[in-house]
């Protein structure tokens, strides 16, 4: 069955830390972009920024809001990859999901995400 | 920065045909994709660039693209069909950018 699932709910207090993982299974972990994309509570979605899983790269692209706060990672062995936020605040409470492209990494023309992960909540609150 | 204006609330009798616009500057010369996310659940992908529906999508969901602003047509809506529709492009210079979503109400 192709899904991405992700990793349980997180509380976390502001000025902390959170990182959230989404394993792949049925397809080729590495044959296809994974992005992470917020949902605050009663609001809209917000991209955050895209790995690209393959082997031999492992790029990474942020949405400026997020430069300096985000860092996507990946572990191929376990078709897993993880977003750590940052620096928490109370308005990064939001559900977390990851979602794959449809376009393969072997080519740079990004399109749209035809998978999702359940998503995480996390939590931030003193 | 690129932006997408979306109504906050479309509202659709049953059985006929609701369109959600998605607004943006020359948007005819970018790929549009549409999502569903029902109360509770994860986005799912409705249709792709512009106006192709993928696999499992009922042909009741359609889009269209041109000049400023890009379609999503739900004929013969059903009470299923409620839920946040989002469209979504790439832009050059902000990357993904989403629509602010509307809501899809069956009456």
């Known amino acids: 069955q192709v899904q991405l699932v992700q990793s349980g709910a997180e509380v976390k207090k502001p000025g902390a830390s959170v990182k959230v993982s989404c394993k792949a299974s049925?397809?080729?972990?590495?044959?296809?972009?994974i992005h992470w994309v917020r949902q605050a509570p009663g609001q809209g979605l917000e991209w955050m920024g895209w790995?690209?899983?393959?082997?031999?790269?492992?790029?990474?692209i942020n949405a400026r809001k997020f430069q300096g706060r985000v860092t996507m990672t990946r572990d191929t062995a376990i078709s897993t990859a993880y977003m750590e936020l940052s620096s928490l605040r109370s308005d990064d409470t939001a559900v977390y999901y990851c979602?794959?492209?449809?376009?393969?990494?072997?080519?740079?023309?990004?399109?749209?995400?035809?998978?999702w992960g359940q998503g995480t909540m996390v939590t931030v609150s003193s | 920065s690129y932006e997408l204006t979306q109504p906050l609330l479309v509202s659709v009798a049953l059985g006929q045909t609701a369109r959600i616009t998605c607004g943006g500057k020359?948007?005819?010369?970018?790929?549009v994709h549409w999502y569903q996310q029902r109360p509770g659940q994860a986005p799912v992908l409705v249709i792709f660039?512009?106006?192709t529906r993928p696999s499992g999508i009922p042909e009741r969901f359609s889009g269209s693209n041109s000049g400023n602003t890009a379609t999503l047509t739900i004929s013969r809506a059903q009470t299923g069909d409620e839920a946040d529709y989002f469209c979504?492009?790439?832009?050059?210079?902000?990357?993904?950018?989403f629509g602010g979503g509307t809501k899809l109400t069956v009456l």
């Open positions: 020359n948007i005819e010369y970018k790929n």
């Open positions: 979602a794959r492209d449809r376009t393969r990494t072997t080519s740079t023309s990004l399109d749209s995400f035809d998978l």
């Open positions: 979504q492009v790439w832009d050059s210079t902000t990357a993904v950018v």
């Open positions: 049925g397809y080729t972990f590495t044959d296809y972009y």
């Open positions: 660039r512009d106006s």
């Open positions: 790995i690209n899983p393959n082997h031999n790269r492992g790029d990474t």
